[in-house]
């Protein structure tokens, strides 16, 4: 719990575990210029104060980080609820946590790990589409220029109506097979239609998703 200057007036011996502390240590310290890190001290103070003065709901959680003794930040997930005094004034807010650092780390990581996949498949140069419910759900650029159709016109149809209208029969038919579990060529060729009529043979590689 803090008072309204952001003084620490209650923590309990997990949150003093946490920072790295003893409990006595904690009490009556500034939460902001003693455990926040000092880039983001400017931030959370604001947001102390607007909560302080009723200018900002307090959110059910509120993310952020924190400076522990050995200097080490971890994020909190904090759950907060405003203290009042017998005027009904604000006279504090008490706050519990929750460590996420770990969970946050992983999420970064997929991120960064996502964010290299889009790069991947984007400069590909084959083209790698989703299809989903019988239509195209994404497809990379060179998706469009093998086919010469907009990314809007590929979403807007089924799939099936890209593909030469002697070979539609099979690849809709494997498609649902896969779709089933069933065995079908991963592998196999077959012919599209380019906007401006001409005939291409393709060569498709299909994984179930």
């Given amino acids: ?73 971890i994020t909190i997930a904090w759950h907060n609820s405003l203290l009042y005094n017998e005027n009904g004034n604000i006279s504090g807010i008490l706050s ?17 790990s996502e964010e290299k996949y889009r790069l991947l498949v984007e400069n590909a140069n084959e083209a790698i589409l989703v299809v989903q419910n019988g239509f195209i759900k994404y497809a990379n650029s060179r998706t469009s220029t093998m086919i010469e159709y907009s990314e809007d016109e590929l979403f807007s149809a089924p799939f099936d109506n890209f593909i030469h209208p002697e070979d539609r029969l099979l690849v809709v038919d494997r498609h649902l097979r896969r779709l089933r579990g069933d065995f079908v060529p991963e592998v196999y060729n077959f012919r599209l239609v380019t906007k401006s009529g001409e005939i291409k043979w393709i060569e498709l590689n299909g994984i179930k998703v």
């Fill in 1 to 73: 719990a803090q008072d309204v200057d952001g003084n620490i007036t209650l923590i309990n011996k997990r949150g003093a575990i946490l920072l790295g502390y003893e409990k006595d240590e904690l009490i009556g310290k500034n939460w902001i210029n003693n455990f926040i890190p000092v880039t983001k001290r400017v931030q959370i103070e604001a947001v102390f104060n607007m909560f302080m003065s009723g200018a900002m709901p307090i959110p059910e959680v509120y993310e952020n980080d924190i400076l522990t003794k050995d200097n080490q930040e």
């Fill in 96 to 112: 519990s946590g929750e460590d996420i650092t770990e969970n946050r780390q992983i999420q970064e990581a997929l991120e960064e």
